[in-house]
């Protein structure tokens, strides 16, 4: 059980471009999904908690406006970077945490490429 | 602000050799999780620990949470090259918000 999605594993886009990543919780429901970025051989920094039906709250130094999160149901929650450029280029990873317990479980990430 | 100081950052050793990772943070944490994650993909949970002084093994993994719940340990006996990957130590944050507060990670790369 606990298995969350993310759609696409992969993106390459142009500069400019605006970039949508989902994220999903495939067998239970998820109140708090979170949204991490991860540079190469480097921990995971998160970027913000999202809770269904609120708004993101976002970690600071995170631009609200160029990181974009919805999360419209208990199972999706999605991720848009905005106006992307190469400096964004980088790994997301999606988690999402079961009611009352204290543990996350990771999507399998997204490697993104702006050009 | 809690924190993790993960040890060590990079570990490279021959199959067969024992390993021992350190979490440590001078705030007491309510649970601590160990992930392992491999290049491109998520990390995947490995254990949860909740009680101080609890030990948990998975194979040949043997995890310690500190009697104090600030610190705990991942000792591998007899590395594998399957063992090679980035290993995350995680402690759910006090505010009670569901965020986890991350070790700087530990890059294994086991030799055959």
């Known amino acids: 059980g606990a298995v969350v999605s993310q759609h696409p594993s992969r993106v390459i886009c142009k500069s400019g471009t605006s970039v949508k990543i989902e994220c999903r919780s495939l067998?239970?429901?998820?109140?708090?999904m979170f949204w991490y970025r991860q540079f190469p051989k480097q921990s995971l920094m998160l970027m913000a908690t999202s809770n269904e039906g609120s708004k993101a709250t976002y970690e600071q130094g995170v631009e609200k406006d160029k990181f974009l999160i919805n999360h419209a149901s208990l199972t999706l929650s999605t991720l848009t970077v905005t106006s992307a450029h190469p400096e964004d280029s980088s790994f997301y990873i999606c988690s999402a945490d079961i009611a009352y317990q204290e543990t996350q479980y990771f999507g399998p990430g997204t490697r993104l490429l702006v050009l | 602000t809690q924190l993790l100081e993960q040890s060590p950052q990079f570990l490279s050793i021959q199959e067969g050799e024992n390993l021992t990772v350190y979490c440590n943070s001078s705030s007491v944490f309510s649970s601590l999780q160990w992930y392992r994650q491999e290049p491109g993909e998520g990390p995947v949970l490995l254990v949860t620990?909740?009680?101080?002084?609890e030990v948990k093994k998975l194979k040949r993994l043997t995890f310690q949470f500190g009697d104090a719940r600030k610190d705990s340990s991942l000792h591998i006996t007899a590395a594998q090259p399957g063992d090679t990957g980035l290993y995350l130590c995680?402690?759910?944050?006090?505010?009670?918000?569901?965020?986890?507060?991350f070790g700087q990670g530990t890059t294994l790369q086991v030799k055959p």
């Open positions: 067998d239970f429901q998820a109140t708090t």
């Open positions: 995680a402690g759910a944050d006090s505010s009670n918000t569901g965020k986890l507060i």
């Open positions: 620990v909740v009680t101080g002084g």
